[in-house]
């Protein structure tokens, strides 16, 4: 009992405290999410400036190319001369109107480098992004979607858009200018060129070159933190190209391994283009969970207390019970030994008395010791009823099974109750349809019936009916033969709420003072006798009379049976 | 009429007839001092009836500087790899080297200082040497520490040249590394795109590779493509003199901006130009160069194939036109050359009418080829195949040096001889595992270094005087 008081407990601390930890957990976890997404939003503006640096770039290469595609020069010869004066350009593409590839050609193309750029070009040039004039054939194009190909990525203007392609060292950029006739020229930027060129338009490592003037300054090997963060980005940033590979990184890059605070994608045309944005831990926002731990354990600790002083009292209650329970029990042991005296004199004065002439004061003698033997049997009873409700439970001992007359013991007990039903104004009848001697502990069959009986006698108005049937079930497959015994009264009858309520100890239906006396324990004491010997007493939700019925079931041993006669 | 005659041992006389007989096109616009075009073919006479290949070569020759002519304005940014393998003594060597540099420069002269690492620093930017002290406290600043972060270095450095390019200076990105790139975009071919793409707008690249951990083959290729001097520095002490040399080569830059055009004749296809790439489209040749020094002589060799012509016939093999900004005049010239190809049924005058000179230049430009094909055997682990192609490459350039010795000039006769000499050590060293490492960064130095004959002087061209 104390163990499972204790586990109680133990529940009892732990079950809020993991409540509360998780609730408080969680909210300060969400405060910290929302305090980092400040943090984002306020530092991805260094990511949008960028972006923009990015955007700008390419803008400047269309314009740079217009304007040399724009040159009075026939298209062609213009195309070989900007591969080869202009740095930014890899390779002029021009296709007709019927998406005949007219330039460059095999004669145009040398070298390895060149050969890439020749196998790569079909592919390219059916997957080139289409004049938004002609908007019906957009899904053409998607459509056609290969290994390694990008959907065509908005325009520019109405003639020209960008179009990024997976081919030799990464993605490349194409430059797209549609004439109104159809005809499509493409230049294939050189990878190389507009990387060294975002790398130059974005910010250096301005860190450490305050780090450096500090120290050309202050000659100490350490700038100051202040001055130090006063011009440097917050944090640091990486250019990632589509396979996520570091082009280029700045800031302060101390925390290059962390994971990163925000991840934007490129605008047009890098869009498989990643910037990262990574800071330094602490400036996080952590929320530590030492106040939280702390206020925790001095809540945890404070059940603790209280606690183990409801369990100290409660143990110390459960001891001072046990210990008036075994005083009873002590007590009722102890009375034992002189009522049986108090019986066994009675028996002897009885059968003394026998022997005395007939007389009116033997008759009175008689009658008085008739009183004294039934109100010894009661008190006896109610001994055996307290020492069988102070054994420990769950222990089936103390059966003494011997071969028994049902029809002489049933026969003896209703005898017994004769005179106080009859003066209680009720009829009690027994049959019994067993014949033979069966192999039971009497005493436990008279101690259910006793009871049952003396609660019949209690609670069933005067002129009611009480009768005893005494069965053997034979057996079945999964028990052996059983005995059944069914006490029914034509009384008021017990509710089916109550039904099991009335076999718990101390349980009456109604505890006032007008109420029948008793002890509350009757019902309680003969349902354990009964289990007691393996068997079970339970209260049938029906009754043949109109009041309760009670069921006695017995197993009987068959091998113990004795031969009858 | 043409070049067959010639049989002199004098390789200037020999230039003279030639720049005469190719219909002496080189046209002086000023006064001033013109650079030296020259165009041959290996073989100007070729058989009959038969589809060949032949080599044709463009040789530009620049002139001296005289004492008191002031050189051209430099406008230079010094990149510097400061990441951890830079420490100590590294470290402190470049400073010292950059230090040094910036010390030499002129008032007029632009300067800019790249640190690179993680990332990329600009500690000067562009700026006139005219505060060369608070330059020189500044970089005194610089310390090692990171990883390198090389394109972006490059990057940032070609940015800040480009602040102030102009083609009246000499625009160059100095590019100092030890080690791997490894932040960043970091394939040779990257990089070497990169190169060739600053070349196109007058900004070459030189490499300094120092010690025995750089990636030799995005150095050497970067340089190549930026028309740079690809330098290898085996020891840290070396580097104030390398940056010297490099520095000496930069403030003799006597033309830049070069616009090489090569015209092939009908009936020959161009194949490709030996050790260099170049645009060919169609029948165009486009070589790009950056600058060349004061008495560099620089030549690019195009491969071509001749379709069968009929005996006795002639047909025209190339038109040359090269433009170039002359440093010194601050002038655009403008030079022009052609030849000719002759078919015979006589191999005998075939091999008589040779141009032994243009050959000679032709066999170490092929053997180089082979060099570099040698280098990719060995990193392929063949290193049988490796050492014979070395040492067929001796054999051949001994024999050209022996057939055709007497006919050549004496720089050339050393080159030839050197370049034998350097095939047969090689076919020697690099068996050796160990030696691998230092032999790779070595031979890819050579390589580079007779791809664009960075240190190749000659006596300043007399002929080429004009009056």
């Not at chain 1, 089936?396 to 003896?412: S, Y």
């Not at chain 1, 009690?428 to 067993?434: D, G, V």
């Not at chain 2, 058989?47 to 002031?70: W, Y």
């Not at chain 2, 950059?98 to 300067?111: G, H, N, P, S």
Request: proline share 5%.
């Amino acid at each position: 009992m104390p163990r499972r008081l204790f586990l109680a407990l133990l529940l009892l601390v732990a079950a809020p405290l993991v409540l509360l930890g998780w609730m408080s957990a969680s909210a300060v976890k969400e405060n910290q999410s929302a305090a980092k997404e400040n943090l984002t939003t306020l530092l991805s503006s260094q990511l949008f400036d960028a972006d923009r640096l990015v955007v700008e770039l390419f803008a400047d290469y269309a314009r740079q190319l217009d304007a040399a595609l724009e040159s009075p020069t026939p298209l062609l010869e213009t195309l070989r001369q900007i591969r080869r004066e202009q740095p930014i350009v890899r390779q002029g593409i021009f296709v007709n109107p019927d998406g005949l590839l007219l330039y460059p050609l095999a004669d145009d193309l040398h070298g390895a480098d060149a050969a890439e750029v020749e196998a790569a070009l079909p592919a390219m040039i059916d997957a080139r992004p289409l004049s938004t004039g002609d908007s019906d054939s957009q899904p053409a194009s998607s459509g056609k979607l290969s290994r390694g190909k990008l959907a065509p990525t908005a325009a520019l203007t109405a003639q020209s858009a960008w179009q990024q392609w997976y081919m030799g060292d990464g993605a490349q950029v194409i430059y797209w200018r549609f004439s109104p006739n159809g005809g499509s020229v493409g230049i294939l930027l050189q990878r190389s060129r507009w990387m060294a060129d975002l790398i130059a338009a974005l910010p250096d490592d301005s860190s450490s070159a305050a780090a450096l003037d500090n120290q050309r300054s202050d000659a100490s090997d350490r700038p100051s933190p202040g001055e130090t963060i006063s011009n440097t980005p917050i944090g640091s940033i990486a250019l990632l190209d589509e396979a996520k590979r570091v082009i280029y990184r700045w800031g302060d890059l101390k925390n290059a391994q962390s994971q990163p605070l925000a991840d934007t994608e490129l605008s047009t045309p890098l869009a498989s283009w990643h910037f990262q944005l990574k800071v330094d831990e602490s400036l996080l926002p952590q929320a530590t969970m030492i106040p939280l731990i702390l206020s925790l354990t001095g809540i945890g600790l404070l059940v603790l207390a209280v606690g183990a002083y409801v369990l100290t009292s409660v143990g110390r209650q459960i001891a001072s019970a046990k210990s008036r329970v075994s005083f009873a029990g002590q007590v009722s042991h102890e009375l034992r030994t002189p009522l049986t005296n108090i019986r066994l004199y009675t028996e002897l004065a009885e059968s003394d008395l026998e022997q005395l002439d007939d007389g009116e004061a033997r008759r009175s003698l008689a009658k008085r010791l008739q009183v004294i033997d039934h109100e010894s049997r009661r008190l006896q009873r109610l001994v055996s009823g307290v020492l069988e409700m102070i054994r420990p439970s769950g222990k089936r001992v103390g059966v003494r099974k011997q071969p028994t007359d049902l029809a002489d013991l049933i026969q003896g007990i209703t005898a017994q109750f004769e005179p106080s039903f009859v003066a209680a104004g009720l009829s009690l009848e027994s049959s019994c349809q067993c014949h033979d001697l069966v192999a039971v502990d009497p005493d436990v069959i008279e101690l259910v019936l006793v009871n049952l009986l003396s609660n019949v006698e209690k609670y069933v108005p005067r002129g009611g009916h009480c009768s005893i049937q005494c069965t053997v079930l034979p057996s079945t497959d999964r028990t052996s033969d059983q005995l059944r015994i069914l006490v029914q009264d034509d009384g008021p009858g017990i509710g089916a709420l109550h039904r099991e309520k009335v076999f718990r100890p101390f349980e009456r239906l109604d505890d006032s003072i007008q109420a029948p006396s008793g002890t509350g324990i009757g019902l309680t004491i003969a349902r354990r006798a009964a289990r007691r010997h393996d068997g079970s007493l339970v209260l049938l939700p029906k009754s043949d009379k109109s009041g309760a019925a009670f069921e006695l079931t017995l197993p009987l041993d068959p091998l113990h049976l004795p031969t009858a006669g | 009429m043409f070049v067959n005659e010639l049989k002199s041992a004098s390789r200037w006389f020999a230039t003279g007839l030639l720049v005469a007989c190719t219909w002496g096109t080189a046209l002086p616009t000023a006064t001033a001092e013109q650079l030296v075009l020259d165009v041959g073919a290996s073989n100007p006479t070729m058989l009959a009836d038969e589809k060949q290949t032949n080599f044709i070569r463009i040789s530009l020759t620049g002139f001296d500087v005289p004492e008191s002519q002031s050189r051209p304005p430099v406008n230079t940014a010094i990149v510097i790899d400061q990441s951890g393998s830079m420490g100590g003594h590294k470290i402190d060597q470049a400073r010292n080297a950059a230090i040094e540099a910036v010390r030499r420069l002129k008032d007029d002269d632009i300067v800019s200082i790249v640190l690179y690492s993680d990332s990329a620093t600009v500690l000067v930017p562009a700026t006139k040497a005219t505060d060369r002290e608070s330059i020189i406290e500044k970089i005194q600043s610089v310390k090692a520490g990171g990883s390198t972060a090389l394109f972006a270095g490059v990057s940032k450095g070609a940015a800040e040249v480009r602040k102030f390019l102009d083609s009246d200076s000499v625009n160059r990105v100095i590019l100092l590394s030890d080690g791997q790139a490894n932040v960043g975009p970091k394939s040779p071919r990257e990089l070497e795109q990169l190169g060739a793409s600053l070349v196109k707008e007058g900004i070459s690249v030189s490499t300094l590779g120092l010690g025995l951990g750089y990636n030799e083959d995005l150095m050497s290729r970067l340089a190549a493509a930026g028309s740079g001097n690809h330098l290898f520095v085996k020891q840290a002490a070396d580097l104030v003199a390398v940056f010297q040399q490099e520095f000496n080569d930069l403030m003799s830059v006597v033309a830049t901006d070069f616009e090489i055009h090569a015209k092939i004749g009908e009936g020959i296809r161009p194949v490709r130009v030996l050790n260099t790439k170049a645009d060919i489209s169609g029948q165009d040749i486009y070589i790009p160069l950056a600058q060349l020094y004061a008495r560099q002589q620089r030549y690019f060799v195009i491969e071509v194939e001749v379709d069968p012509g009929q005996s006795g016939s002639k047909r025209a093999m190339a038109d040359v036109t090269i433009s170039y900004q002359n440093m010194l005049s601050k002038t655009t010239d403008k030079l022009s050359s052609n030849i000719e190809v002759r078919f015979s049924d006589d191999a005998k005058l075939v091999e008589k009418n040779r141009d032994k000179e243009t050959y000679a230049f032709c066999a170490i430009q092929i053997a180089n080829e082979k060099n570099v094909r040698a280098t990719a055997l060995r990193d392929a682990g063949k290193v049988k195949e490796a050492q014979d192609l070395l040492r067929a490459n001796c054999e051949t350039l001994e024999k050209v040096e022996s057939d055709y010795g007497v006919w050549l000039d004496v720089e050339l006769v050393k080159e030839v001889k050197r370049n034998a000499l350097l095939n047969r050590d090689q076919s020697l060293i690099i068996q050796d595992p160990t030696k691998w490492n230092y032999s790779r960064k070595a031979m890819r130095y050579e390589q580079t270094n007779n791809a664009a004959q960075q240190q190749y002087r000659v006596d300043a061209p007399e002929t080429a005087k004009s009056k």
